[in-house]
């Protein structure tokens, strides 16, 4: 069943084959999990590696096959005509079942010697083959002898024993390149790995002593490094002989955990203990393995865990881990070991998981000690039980929000005076993270459980002390004080039900034996759902379902040129002109030449993409003499840009050059840019105000990405605090210190004067409801998958340039392009082929980067190529505008009770970082929208965009319309919510009708703006949808 603890070491001798389909398929995804492109989307990729895993000897390994309508193939009425893919895959597999029922394999032999071998196969050839005889035909045999060409010859030899010998050799690379990436050793014994600790460590005999890392999965120091720029001058990967180290064992009352141990192998040990036979002497295995297998399996990712080892988890004491309160539930100890003399022995001692973390990523651990290994006692095999907890934004690949590992051991209480019998709580371990700076025990709450009867009431006690004992402000980091409290209390009253179920399947095991026991505490059918969760149970197959609707063509001229007028009378037209434009089954050959209007058409660069082939601008051949840019951003805002110092990083070789706004003065280049004002600068000036952390002030040009980094990290930037007031950062930060763009605020007036309206309590006799509020929308990452990358090629002793650019204003990038850079625009090309998504957040904050390596190639008069990496795209690049609405409505409540809106006055707010940029137009946009769908007889909106600390906001799929939308919708719940009426009812009864307009004059209508489709559209829906008999069913 479930082989979610198989690593990726596992099966390597039969690749999986003895498994049945469903496994196979568990197997792939498990180990795709980390791997899905979510551009490409997950269910192509799953169906492209599941068929590759299919193959299918009787029904009940056949998969469920559905064509694009969504019907199942093989139910299809049409299914001996259809000619569709998966028709024929459908067809193709009841062929293979009943050829394998009549004896013959699936690939049409007569199967393997054995009779239990199962090929990889799901069409009519083998796929693996078919691909195989295209891939020889199209490549040389050069071609395919790469890999042996780039392996190591030291390493290709016979004697398997000399090749281990070879690697089991210790260590030591030292880095003596630019990127000072210090020493690295390999030891090989536990006593070398020590004394490099001792030599290396804070106040140890080297002078260098203070920067040693331990590496095993790079997963924390390979974050340090590169997001952090952290330098180790030593780092140490320990051998795999160092057996103590590595190791995973269990003895009569532990288990016994190298502290290198990689997660996945503990995963596999745990799952082998769950599997193994169900004899008494392994239950404590199986009952201790399990709740760190199942926490595992949530653990970060298969490609992580087979690397991240447990010892790393617990030194980096993360107050979000899931391991360490599983391991603080459970009792483990830690083992450390250390030499304090080079001539002594290894000293070792233990210190208890719970007793390890002393603060935030603060361990009791000395600099000189290593964690050798990490004992877990094994639980009883009754009435002690271990559940571990989870909550997380996402189930996979997500840190927790709150997690949790509670143990309890009961035992049956001894009979009181008037003869009752019950459960009592003999221990309890309870750990939270999430709940503090660090892992923590609730000691409170455990002392409040400790000796009280096992029953709801106790737990409900508890529960309150639980409460008390992790009160946290509102401002604590993370946020979400109060949800997170909550999170805590849910946890433990499920670890009461899941250990009653537990319980009871103790006591009916041994009462089949005769022994007799206390009853065990019932719980409600409607608590029944809180038994079991996502930690402990299978994780869910990877489903997915594309359907689309049958391609409609609209009656027309095609009519006449398709030829099917008289004799397709009684055929629907969207058919009969799909048969009319296939080629007749008598000349396959025949190119398609008819009308392809509703026909699918393959995405030009469809192969290219699914291939990888397809070029962007990072992929784009490195031309002559290349170099690379990164840029000098501020590490301040709300200050003033003092000097700039490029000395240090003029000294590091491979630098080649630096440019600040002085060399745009220098060739007489316009530095000024923005779509609409020219606020904005490509490189800002000294004396200038700094406006936001992340703002450009220059570039670096090196030899290569890493150097260019490097130096823009050595330029020293001084700044001064001369600015008065405060950085402001918010919509309300703004509104206090009135930092607006007024010139560009715009209102909307309709119908009466709406606050002399809104301040009245009847209307005509009839009461007005009035609701006030507000509502915000937060902002958006755009997160296209190429960042934002530029590649400037100069000519002509640069007096011309062609720019290649992931740009969606290729226009706007020529023009400042030329201005900065003192070039006509006649002599400045700009190239864009494709782009790796943009959403409107390459349509302005894309020409920066074009500038800046525009000015480096002009004069250095070499090709440069600039490509942000991820976490600098998205610090300065800008979103989504998030938006403030306040409001004041009213509605009118007719005699029949029906709910009319009468008047709005709304305020909307957008924050529009330090630059305009197009928060202007996005605040219009939404202006045009706040009224929806529904009419306002007296409207009143004022736009306003506001001026902040944070980097300029740009366009967003919807420029404002969501943002305006959505106030509407909020507005339409809040009177649905006062007037104690079905939002459905209130939102139908008052959307536009023909012959109404618009507060910005649009008038609805055939002879204005054509249909009106929303309200039919809607009665349709709830009709066909039974949306009501939906929402009394929900």
Known sequence: GDNSGDNSGDNSGDNGNHKTATQR?????????????????????????????????????????????????????????????????????????????????????????????????????DKIQQYQQIIESKHSEKWWDQPNDMFPKELLRDDEKSVHDELSKPLKVMDTSIHNGGTWYTPNTLEELLDLFREFSSGGSSSSGGGIKMVVGNTEVGIETKF????????????????????????????????????????????????????????????????????????????????????????????????????????????LASRPKSDGGVVRRNVKVSDFFIGYRTVEKEDMEVIERVDVPLLQDRFEYCIPFKQARRREDDISIVTSGMRIKLRPAATTDNGGRHWEIEDVAIAFGGMAPKTVMARNTMDALIG????????????????????????????????????????????????????????????????????????????????????????????????????????????????????????????????????????????????????????????????????????????????????????KCHATLASINVEPALSIPGVAGIFTSEDIEKIGGDNKMGPILLDDFTFLPVGEKVEFVGQVLGIVVAASQEIAEKGARAVAVEYTDDVEGKAIVSIEDAIDAESFWT?????????????????????GGKRLVIVEGSMRSGGQEHFYLEPNSTLAVPSESATNLTIYSSTQAPTKTQDFCARVTNTPAAKVVVRMKRMGGGFGGKETRSVFVATAAAVSAKLMNRPVRVTLNRDTDMAITGGRHAFLAKYKAGAVVEEDGTIKLHALDVRLYNNGGCKFDLSGPVMDRALFHVDNCYFWPNFHSVGTSCKTSQPPHTAFRGFGGPQGLLVAEHIMDHFAVECNVSGDKLRRDNMYSLQDATPFGMRFGDGFTGMWNVPAMWDRLEKELDIPGRRQRA
Request: net charge negative.
């Open 228 to 335: 952090k720029h952290a330098s180790y001058p030593t780092m140490v990967h320990p051998s795999k002989d160092i057996h103590t180290l590595h190791d995973i064992f269990s003895t009569e009352d532990c288990y016994h955990v190298g502290g290198c141990a990689a997660l996945g192998d503990l995963q596999e040990f745990c799952h082998s203990e769950m599997t193994s036979d169900g004899e008494e002497a392994n239950r404590r295995h199986e009952r201790t393995a399990k709740p760190i297998h199942d926490m595992l399996r949530w653990f970060a990712s298969t490609q992580i865990r087979n690397v991240a080892c447990l010892g790393g988890n617990l030194v980096t004491a993360s107050p979000i881990s899931d391991m360490n309160p599983m391991l603080c539930s459970l009792g483990a100890t830690l083992v």
């Open 743 to 763: 010139d560009f605020r715009h209102e909307m007036k309709r119908g009466g004067n709406v606050d002399e309206i809104l301040n009245e309590s009847e209307v």
């Open 452 to 635: 009280k009867p096992f029953d709801l009431n106790s737990f409900e006690d508890a529960r309150k002390v639980l409460q008390d004992e992790f009160q946290m402000p509102d401002d604590v980091p993370g946020g979400q004080a109060q949800y997170r409290l909550t999170l805590a209390c849910s946890f433990l009253h499920r670890f009461y039900l899941n250990c009653v179920e537990e319980l009871t399947k103790d006591v009916a095991a041994d009462e089949t034996e005769g022994v007799s026991y206390p009853p065990v505490p019932l719980i409600e059918n409607d608590e029944e759902c809180g038994v079991g969760g996502f930690v402990g149970v299978k994780k869910p197959s990877i489903t997915g379902l594309q359907t689309y609707p049958e391609p409609k063509v609209a009656v027309g001229l095609e009519v006449d040129h398709l030829g099917m007028k008289d004799e397709s009378s009684d055929l629907p037209l969207a058919a009969v002109a799909a048969a009319a434009a296939k080629p007749s089954s008598s000349d396959k050959s025949t190119k398609q030449t008819n009308n392809s209007v509703g026909q699918p058409a393959t995405h030009a660069s469809g192969p290219l993409h699914c291939t990888g082939e397809a070029i962007y601008i990072d992929d784009i051949p490195a031309p002559a003499n290349l170099l690379h840019g990164s840029l000098i951003l501020a590490s």
């Open 25 to 125: 398929h568990d197997y792939l995804e498990e180990h795709l999990d980390g791997n899905l492109c979510r551009c490409t989307g997950y269910r192509p990729i799953w169906d492209a590696a599941r068929s590759l895993v299919s193959c299918h000897h009787n029904e009940d390994d056949l998969e469920e096959i559905r064509g694009p309508c969504g019907v199942k193939c093989g139910e299809c009425p049409e299914r001996e005509s259809c000619e569709m893919d998966c028709n024929l895959e459908s067809k193709k597999q009841m062929a293979d079942v009943a050829a394998n029922d009549n004896g013959g394999g699936c690939c049409g032999g007569s199967g393997s010697e054995s009779g239990n071998e199962k090929c990889c196969s799901s069409s009519s050839m």
